[in-house]
């Protein structure tokens, strides 16, 4: 019965993910710009969803994988999702409507400012100084090598898992490199969009919110990141902590609270990317781009 019930309420954000997610992609095909905008938004933000979902699911009926899939889905999520936005054409097929737009040069940094790669940057630094501490601490060897945490004492030893060594760690490096080139694809496709407007500042404006938008799938994927790696190295010290093997104690609630900040900051950011998408596009002025 608990399986059945876990079944069915999993289908709701499926379904639901499934439905934003084909009205999105019908939506990109418009050649009305805004809407085709607003619409390969919502289809990223489903994507996430569905890739998310599909990780959570496939973690939990192959046990064997020890949680791998879960591991991975939040960069593979952001990813997936990223590219939801920048794959679709530019232009939907068979749109011929001249379209008049300034001549003037546009850059990455219309898209995404130098603030928010410092921060998406920071975010990626974080994450690989947690990796490679927990890497190099995790077991070196035995049925735990790389997945495991070993303390011992004067009078015991004692070993916990699961702990985000490079068995679950190089995966997340991988996956977050990934994340970082399809962010930087879909910021030069969303430099090569065509234009909404004459008007110079609100071009940029919309081109910006495009940016916010797709920036902040890929900081909620790193931050979902880090708030699985801390929590799972907190739970494990914690644990030896019982033993008596380790003074840990302090990092690991440190630990625990940090990484419930970097989920709900997740699930933020995400909620405002969703707002923010309604808006995209709309509040065009200027000289109209199709005739």
Same mark, same amino acid.
Do not use: C, N
């Given at each position: 019965?608990?399986?059945?019930?876990? =079944?069915?309420?999993?289908?709701?954000?499926?379904?639901?993910?499934?439905?934003?997610?084909?009205?999105?992609?019908?939506?990109? &095909?418009?050649?009305?710009?805004?809407?085709?905008?607003?619409? &390969?938004?919502?289809?990223?933000?489903?994507?996430? !969803?569905?890739?998310?979902?599909?990780?959570?699911?496939?973690?939990?009926?192959?046990?064997?994988?020890?949680?791998?899939?879960?591991?991975? !889905?939040?960069?593979?999520?952001?990813?997936?999702?990223?590219?939801?936005?920048?794959?679709?054409?530019?232009?939907?097929? !068979?749109?011929?409507?001249?379209?008049?737009?300034?001549?003037?040069?546009?850059?990455?940094? +219309?898209?995404?400012?130098?603030?928010?790669?410092?921060?998406?940057?920071?975010?990626?630094?974080?994450?690989?100084?947690?990796?490679?501490?927990?890497?190099?601490?995790?077991?070196?060897?035995?049925?735990?090598?790389?997945?495991?945490?070993?303390?011992?004492?004067?009078?015991?030893?004692?070993?916990?898992?699961? $702990?985000?060594?490079?068995? $679950?760690?190089?995966?997340?490096?991988?996956?977050?490199?990934?994340?970082?080139?399809?962010?930087?694809?879909?910021?030069?496709?969303?430099?090569?969009?065509?234009?909404?407007?004459?008007?110079?500042?609100?071009?940029?404006?919309?081109?910006?919110?495009?940016?916010?938008?797709?920036? =902040?799938?890929?900081?909620?994927?790193?931050?979902? $990141?880090?708030?699985?790696?801390?929590?799972?190295?907190?739970?494990?010290?914690?644990?030896?902590? +019982?033993?008596?093997?380790?003074?840990?104690?302090?990092?690991?609630?440190?630990?625990?609270?940090?990484? +419930?900040?970097?989920?709900?900051?997740?699930?933020?950011?995400?909620?405002?990317?969703?707002?923010?998408?309604?808006?995209?596009?709309?509040?065009?002025? !200027?000289?109209?781009?199709?005739?």
């Amino acid at each position: 019965m608990g399986s059945l019930l876990g =079944s069915t309420l999993l289908l709701v954000p499926v379904i639901a993910a499934l439905v934003v997610g084909a009205a999105g992609l019908v939506a990109s &095909r418009s050649a009305d710009p805004g809407h085709a905008v607003r619409g &390969r938004l919502r289809l990223s933000l489903a994507v996430f !969803g569905l890739v998310l979902l599909a990780a959570w699911a496939w973690a939990t009926a192959q046990p064997s994988l020890l949680g791998l899939p879960l591991v991975v !889905g939040p960069g593979a999520a952001a990813t997936a999702g990223v590219l939801g936005f920048a794959l679709p054409p530019t232009r939907p097929r !068979g749109d011929r409507a001249v379209r008049v737009a300034t001549l003037l040069p546009r850059s990455a940094a +219309q898209v995404m400012t130098g603030k928010e790669r410092l921060v998406a940057g920071i975010l990626l630094i974080a994450l690989v100084g947690v990796l490679v501490t927990t890497g190099v601490t995790a077991d070196g060897s035995g049925a735990t090598a790389g997945r495991g945490f070993s303390a011992a004492s004067a009078t015991t030893s004692a070993s916990a898992s699961p $702990y985000p060594g490079w068995f $679950y760690g190089a995966p997340i490096l991988v996956t977050a490199t990934l994340l970082v080139g399809a962010v930087a694809f879909a910021i030069r496709r969303t430099v090569l969009l065509p234009a909404m407007t004459t008007d110079e500042r609100t071009d940029a404006a919309w081109r910006a919110a495009v940016g916010r938008t797709l920036g =902040s799938i890929a900081a909620a994927g790193l931050l979902l $990141y880090l708030a699985g790696v801390l929590w799972a190295a907190g739970a494990a010290w914690s644990v030896l902590e +019982q033993t008596g093997t380790t003074g840990l104690a302090p990092i690991a609630v440190a630990q625990s609270v940090v990484s +419930q900040l970097a989920a709900v900051a997740a699930v933020v950011l995400l909620v405002a990317a969703a707002i923010r998408v309604s808006s995209v596009g709309r509040a065009v002025t !200027g000289k109209p781009v199709a005739a």
